[in-house]
């Protein structure tokens, strides 16, 4: 089986929160990734480009902004799913609150029932 597809078949999850999960830690990734580019991290440093004129770069154009706007892109996409991932552990804990009380009113009603049967004529 694939990487991916183990990754689809983890154990307790539902199949659309599995494919949501997927889709952002992926697209998290890619816009890390970007975000490295736009930092230039990973640069070959100046002092090995002998003989380079290195370039000035504009300070008060609209390109100057552009890490910053990428690093709080990246930021709120990280608070959001990790929103959605508080958000849908908290719905999984409040379904498992509400098989419970299910059960627990069925067993109830079940000890209601019970006396009323074993006393019919």
């Known amino acids: ?19 949501a999960t997927l889709s952002a830690a992926i697209a998290l990734a890619l816009m890390s990734m970007c975000t490295l580019v736009v930092f230039g991290i990973g640069d070959v440093p100046t002092e090995s480009m002998a003989g380079v004129t290195p370039q000035v770069q504009d300070t008060d154009g609209p390109d100057a902004n552009l890490p910053y706007l ?44 019970a006396p009323e049967s074993t006393h019919s004529p």
Do not use: D, H, P
């Open 1 to 19: 089986m694939s990487c991916i597809g183990r990754l689809l078949n983890i154990e307790g999850m539902k199949g659309s929160l599995r494919r």
């Open 70 to 113: 990428f690093a709080v892109f990246i930021i709120t996409w990280a608070a959001f799913f990790g929103y959605v991932f508080y958000m849908s552990r908290r719905q999984r804990e409040m379904q498992r609150e509400i098989e419970a009380l299910e059960r627990a009113l069925a067993a109830s009603r079940a000890a209601e029932n």
